[in-house]
């Protein structure tokens, strides 16, 4: 059932107490579980989080983004999604500014699988005549960023810069805050400048031959579905996680309203960010069994084998072809043939049909995945009672961390 959150103003203490409690458990239970989760788990995982992360901006930014539109593009089948009035910025600038986000990032897996897809497809961050779409300046001196030395340029005027600063840079007695961490988020998206407040529309009125028609006028782009690049930052510097995990799209542009009341905001923040954790949470156990699944039918592949990470970036980005693997790894030609032809013998991937004859993970991975009714559950169950106490411990340091 839809949470409207709209339809009156009162909002009952207890259902809101719930609701942060229930947030704060999804957000330790996730947590916990990328820190312990394997590498070669945790790199899948990332590859998954790109995508994801591609595709809640797109659609936060106002386009109409699905699977297949984004596989169509991802297979340079098609072009990028189709924007209208409402559309904060061109689809190729918005993906340019989201991946060079993401290669800047301080969790290093994250930041390899968005260097990864950056050049497995290169496409996606360029315009119409093949030229990068916000390319940095090099002589802009504050657009390389240290850490992971990856340029940190939107290209959209700073509408990622601009929303660090409103989250994070914009209060320098962040670590010292009393509240608790969902509180202060509310308090700072209260007070966000115009770029990123909703979009107000207008209307004009034209005369035609059959009558008076009204046309729809849009008066400000909102730039709001940058705010959520850098919400796992905040988190991050408020000591809630340890790793700055981008929650794109749980910043709904009802909370940025000035008419919001303090409460309905708060607990429309604690509902949409404790739903991303538990469907990051669920992401994240599909990459374990995915894993798991390859790591059987590869059991003779040699240490030196590509198979395995040419197997997570197509199961992480849904479908590739055989020249973004190429790019993707650097190999040549034959390599990558012979790579692919080892996971269509292993029964992990399959070619789709169609023009651009991109590479798929199985059918067959369905029966793979299916397992208890509870992928969170599974999580738990599959890994070990060891996890598990380490992924409490974990929780009992967040709780434990708003009443210090």
């Known amino acids: 059932m839809a949470l409207n959150l709209f339809d009156s103003p009162e909002v009952d203490s207890a259902e809101l107490a719930a609701a942060s409690a229930r947030c704060y458990l999804a957000l330790g239970r996730l947590d916990g579980a990328i820190a312990h989760a394997a590498p070669n788990v945790a790199a899948l995982f990332a590859v998954m989080l790109v995508r994801r992360t591609l595709a809640r901006s797109l659609t936060a930014a106002g386009y109409l983004f699905t699977d297949a539109t984004f596989e169509a593009w991802i297979s340079r089948a098609g072009g990028p999604p189709q924007g209208g009035p409402g559309t904060a910025a061109p689809a190729p600038a918005i993906a340019a500014a989201v991946l060079s986000e993401l290669r800047a990032s301080k969790w290093p897996a994250l930041a390899e699988a968005a260097d990864l897809v950056s050049r497995a497809a290169s496409h996606l961050g360029r315009g119409g005549r093949g030229t990068d779409v916000g390319a940095p300046d090099p002589a802009d001196s504050e657009a390389l960023e240290e850490g992971q030395g990856a340029w940190h340029c939107d290209g959209l005027g700073g509408v990622i810069a601009a929303a660090r600063a409103v989250l994070i840079e914009g209060d320098a007695t962040a670590t010292e805050h009393d509240e608790v961490p969902l509180s202060v988020l509310a308090e700072r998206l209260a007070k966000v400048p115009a770029r990123f407040a909703p979009i107000e529309r207008g209307a004009a009125v034209i005369e035609t031959d059959t009558g008076p028609v009204a046309v729809p006028l849009v008066t400000q782009q909102s730039q709001g579905w940058a705010l959520g690049l850098v919400v796992g930052e905040m988190f991050v510097d408020l000591g809630m996680m340890r790793r700055p995990v981008p929650f794109a799209g749980v910043i709904v542009s009802q909370v940025l309203r000035g008419d919001c009341d303090p409460n309905v ?59 973004e693997v190429c790019d993707g790894f650097k190999m040549t030609a034959a390599g990558a043939d012979g790579v692919l032809a080892k996971l269509l013998a292993a029964g992990l991937i399959v070619r789709r049909p169609g023009r651009a004859g991109g590479f798929c993970v199985a059918a067959v991975a369905g029966d793979a995945l299916r397992g208890s009714g509870s992928p969170v559950i599974d999580a738990w169950m599959a890994s070990g009672v060891g996890e598990l106490d380490a992924a409490m411990a974990d929780l009992d340091r967040l709780l434990a961390g708003p009443a210090a």
């Open 265 to 323: 905001r708060l607990l429309r923040l604690a509902s949409d960010i404790g739903q991303g954790a538990h469907e990051l949470l669920g992401d994240l156990e599909t990459a374990r069994r995915l894993v798991n699944w390859a790591k059987g039918a590869l059991v003779d592949a040699r240490s030196t084998s590509r198979a395995p990470a040419v197997f997570a970036l197509i199961a992480g980005l849904g479908l590739v072809t055989r020249g």
